[in-house]
């Protein structure tokens, strides 16, 4: 499996952008695909992840963003709404493809497959 993700850019605060996020191979919607960020200068970040037809939201972008995913077109999606300066990242999409793996699903070691990212620039 591979990712490429797409949808960044600049936005004013308060804007949108939806980032997506396309898979070549095969994806299970029980195995976890989520979206992480990594702002200069930080750690790279859990923002969501969709797993099982559940999903879980680090709590800063709670009633904000939204992930979802398309199991016919092999994607998932991040609605990102209300944008804030603090949101200005390049945002990653991660896949476990294994089904498993250390920690959980909110943690970078879970996952073993990455796209390439996907700058978002939220200006004030």
């Known amino acids: 499996v591979q990712l490429q993700a797409s949808g960044g850019g600049l936005v004013q605060a308060g804007g949108s952008l939806r980032l997506s996020c396309a898979a070549s191979?095969?994806?299970?919607?029980?195995?976890?695909m989520s979206w992480f960020r990594q702002a200069p200068g930080k750690e790279r970040e859990f923002v969501a992840v969709g797993i099982g037809g559940a999903t879980y939201y680090t709590d800063s972008v709670k009633g904000r963003f939204t992930i979802s995913r398309d199991a016919a077109k092999n994607a998932v999606y991040l609605q990102m709404n209300s944008l804030k300066p603090e949101d200005t990242a390049i945002y990653y999409c991660?896949?476990?493809?294994?089904?498993?793996?250390?920690?959980?699903?909110?943690?970078?070691?879970?996952?073993?497959?990455w796209g390439q990212g996907t700058l978002v620039t939220v200006s004030s």
């Open positions: 991660g896949y476990n493809s294994n089904g498993y793996g250390p920690g959980g699903p909110r943690e970078r070691l879970f996952y073993d497959v």
């Open positions: 191979g095969r994806t299970f919607s029980t195995y976890a």
